[in-house]
């Protein structure tokens, strides 16, 4: 998959012998009545820009030499090509003068001319034929459970990285799907649809301002739009498709494993297809139409169920702030204010209907809290009006803050994270110049981010992560469950993680911890560092404790996508006190985002300690206690 463009026949010759090797792709070129060719050959390219990056640098000189360009020495291999496609597609005095059917055939033979030329250094050529490029991409597909696209090798290089023992994947027991797919006609039209997917992902990826790659996108959603709502009505007519995903016994364990193999369909690419419709209305300020759209994704609970708090979030700024009617000069006032509090209403009612959703996530929920509290107070309600629930979170419980100095390296010529003196006198970042100071107040500490939540969590259900379950653990490649960081992953697992968790309050990690450590110590595992050693894993999950540890893994079972990142910078612990403390890091100019104090307010809330370190530029002699 990695060379899916031409290659040179003489480079396959370490395969075999010359002759061989050249009657095996000639064998692979010929046509039969049953079969189409395998390959393709140098007759067969006609793209002169393609041809080109065929040759080596010293070839391309000696071509444009030949061409009568000059000027070329120490440039670069594009600055050649480029040079070579110019002067080729210019006309001579004479054939200025000779009279053609048309310039662009006259352009057209010119550079056909020169593609003859490439193809006699080169010598001959093979390429697969689209037919079995396409195939192989299906095959890929099927076994790896993971769309490839040409050039991409990466699944392939890492079964034969782990064959030969180069890497090494847990030890786990494969359990093969056999019904993810119903036929050969679903992996067509799955694959199609993914492709469509990442052109519309690569056009979403341009500039706002760029609103020409905006409107293809907008114009390729509006191909599947008819497609995905006559399938949202077909969803409501089944009923069981559009069943969310609760827990009260075995069969909803079955309907989450259910909805994770739904994700090989081609109702879950063009759930994806439509929210990538609404980002490009939402960019060409189609607001009504990204509402509509909205709605649509919000009527169903079979796909992306991770993304509705996301959707009400924005569909209730889209009803308070860009759907809210204007008033118009001159018009009526009274109308007009009805109107308003009419739409400030109907955004209230999206949030309390989020509010109410299962699905919808500790982050969005924050988001929404507030802004019915902001549409509450435009409404003028009084205290015994405001909408009461248990999920309402309207502020994060804060941490301490210490501040502490340093000497800044000033360069205007660096780019990324900021540059301190160090105590060893060597540029440093803001997090360790953190630990040096912690350092010196007794802790011991790692700049850990992230890994260690994510390595205890892993070592301490490193048995129920790799649990065989159908959809999930389907080659020996894998360094997670497909299904890790979809939302079926802990309502797939709930009975094993909830007993596991109970373990964990109550004490009993220690020794799990250790034993999972050591069997699959050095494997590629989800989540898990191997750079912290055991006794820092123990020490760590010593000190803060069974019933904070079972808080931790539990937020990180049921959002582990979301909440794997915005974990505290550094871990400290103190031997003596016996205590555990986790600190964020902020330099001058940072800020918390809202993933950071999501963590906080988790940790917190469960009686981990938490600091906020903010390193300012100064000397430290002057503004810190000894």
């Known amino acids: 998959m990695r060379k899916h463009g031409w290659i ?55 071509l444009a030499k030949a061409r009568g360009i000059k000027q070329l020495t120490n440039k670069a291999k594009e600055v050649i090509c480029s040079a070579i496609l110019k002067g080729t597609k210019q006309r001579t005095v004479v054939s200025f003068f000779r009279k053609t059917s048309s310039a662009d055939d006259s352009t057209k033979q010119r550079l056909d001319s020169l593609v003859r030329e490439i193809t006699k250094l080169t010598g001959p050529l093979v390429k697969l034929s689209p037919a079995t490029a396409e195939l192989f991409e299906r095959l890929h597909l099927v076994f790896f459970r993971t ?13 034969v990285l782990a064959t030969i023992g180069q890497i ?6 494969v359990v093969r799907s056999h019904d993810l797919f119903a036929s050969r006609d679903d992996v067509i039209q799955y694959k199609a649809l993914l492709e469509v997917d990442s052109q519309m992902s690569e056009l979403g990826s341009a500039l706002v301002k760029d609103t020409e790659k905006h409107k293809q996108g907008w114009d390729l959603f509006l191909t599947y739009r008819d497609a995905w709502a006559h399938h949202v009505k077909s969803l409501n007519e089944k009923g069981g498709l559009n069943r969310p995903l609760t827990f009260s016994g075995t069969s909803d364990e079955v309907v989450a494993i259910e909805y994770w193999k739904r994700r090989f369909t081609s109702g879950s690419v063009l759930a994806r297809i439509v929210e990538r419709g609404a980002k490009f209305a ?33 569909l209730i700024l889209l009803h308070s702030a860009h759907l809210k009617p204007k008033r118009a000069k001159g018009g009526d006032k009274q109308t007009s204010d ?85 105590n060893d006198e060597i540029p440093c970042s ?35 992560i790799f ?21 079926s992953f802990y309502f797939s697992r709930q009975t094993l993680i909830e007993e596991r968790l109970k373990e964990i309050a109550g004490g009993e990690f220690a020794d799990i911890i250790l034993a999972n450590y050591d069997f699959g110590y050095g494997a590629e595992c989800v989540g898990v560092s191997w750079d912290i050693t055991c006794d820092q894993l123990l020490i760590v999950a010593k000190y803060i404790g069974g019933y904070g540890l079972a808080a931790i893994c539990k937020v990180l079972a049921r959002e582990y996508r979301s909440k794997s990142s915005g974990f505290p910078d550094l871990c400290l612990w103190n031997s003596v006190t016996e205590k555990v403390m986790f600190v964020e890091v902020k330099g001058p100019k940072d800020k918390l985002s809202d993933s950071q104090r999501d963590w906080i307010d988790i940790l917190v809330s469960n009686g981990i300690s938490v600091e906020v370190c903010l390193v300012r530029e100064g000397d430290a002699r002057d503004h810190e206690e000894p």
């Open 8 to 62: 040179r026949v003489s480079t396959l010759q370490t395969y075999g012998e010359k002759m061989v090797v050249e009657q095996s792709c000639k064998c692979l070129g010929t046509r039969t009545t049953r079969h189409d060719p395998f390959v393709q050959s140098e007759a067969e390219l006609a793209d002169s820009e393609e041809a080109l990056q065929l040759l080596t640098l010293p070839e391309l000189k000696s």
């Open 147 to 159: 769309p490839t696209f040409r050039g991409d090798d990466t699944p392939m290089k890492v079964a």
């Open 168 to 173: 090494r994947f847990p030890k786990y027991n």
């Open 282 to 314: 939402a960019n060409l300020k189609q607001f009504a139409d990204e509402e509509g759209i909205l709605q649509s994704l919000l009527a169903q609970t079979a796909y992306r169920l991770g993304k509705r708090g996301d959707w009400y979030e924005r």
């Open 338 to 422: 009805t109107l308003l509090r009419q739409a400030l209403l109907t955004a209230r009612d999206l949030c309390i209907r989020a509010l109410n959703d299962q699905h919808v996530g500790r982050l969005s929920l924050h988001s929404i809290s507030r802004q019915m509290r902001a549409l509450e107070a435009k409404l003028s309600f009084e205290k015994d009006q405001l909408y009461q629930h248990s999920r309402v979170l309207l502020e994060w419980e804060p941490a301490p803050e210490r501040t502490v100095y340093g000497v800044r390296i000033n360069d205007r010529n660096r780019r990324g994270p900021s540059l301190w003196d160090g």
């Open 430 to 464: 803001v997090e360790r110049l953190a630990l040096w100071r912690y350092q010196s107040l007794g802790y011991n500490g790692l700049h850990s981010e992230n890994a260690m939540a994510t390595t205890l969590f892993s070592l301490l259900f490193w048995d129920i």
């Open 467 to 487: 649990h065989p379950l159908p959809g999930t653990l389907d080659t020996e490649y894998q360094s997670r469950p497909l299904d890790m960081g979809n939302e």
